[in-house]
Nanobody, 128 residues
Framework: EVQLVESGGGLVQPGGSLRLSCAASGFSFDSYAMGWIRQAPGKGLEWVSVISWSGAITNYADSVKGQFTISRDNAKNTVYLQMNSLKPEDTAVYYC?????????????????????RGQGTQVTVSL
């Protein structure tokens, strides 16, 4: 059974930083791209970032480019999202997602919102 467990969210002041983690289990982690999506209050899901199965290739939504960094540790079956210079508009529930297919097919699918597993989410609130 695929399990994705996010952690690291919280309340932070504007300009602050947070590092989210997603611990994965139940599948061959190093064969799958992984990603992060978010849902702000009253809004739909927004794709944030994707990382390839090896970690060598990453991509970001324009709204977070240069601000967030995705990474992974395949030895620990964990994917991370380092968030810097946080703004109130970054307030959202952040979810870790896994595509249905491995390697390039999965990597290309995630930015289209095509995933088959999602964690329970972790709340990030940016406020004074």
């Amino acid at each position: 059974e695929v399990q994705l467990v996010e952690s690291g969210g919280g309340l932070v002041q504007p300009g602050g930083s947070l590092r989210l983690s997603c611990a994965a289990s139940g599948f061959s982690f190093d064969s799958y791209a992984m990603g992060w999506i978010r849902q702000a209050p009253g809004k739909g899901l927004e794709w944030v970032s994707v990382i390839s199965w090896s970690g060598a290739i990453t991509n970001y939504a324009d709204s977070v480019k240069g601000q967030f960094t995705i990474s992974r540790d395949n030895a620990k079956n964990t994917v991370y999202l380092q968030m810097n210079s946080l703004k109130p508009e970054d307030t959202a529930v952040y979810y870790c997602v896994k595509p249905s297919q491995a390697y390039w097919v999965g990597y290309d699918a995630l930015p289209r919102g095509d995933f088959n597993s999602r964690g329970q989410g972790t709340q990030v609130t940016v406020s004074l």
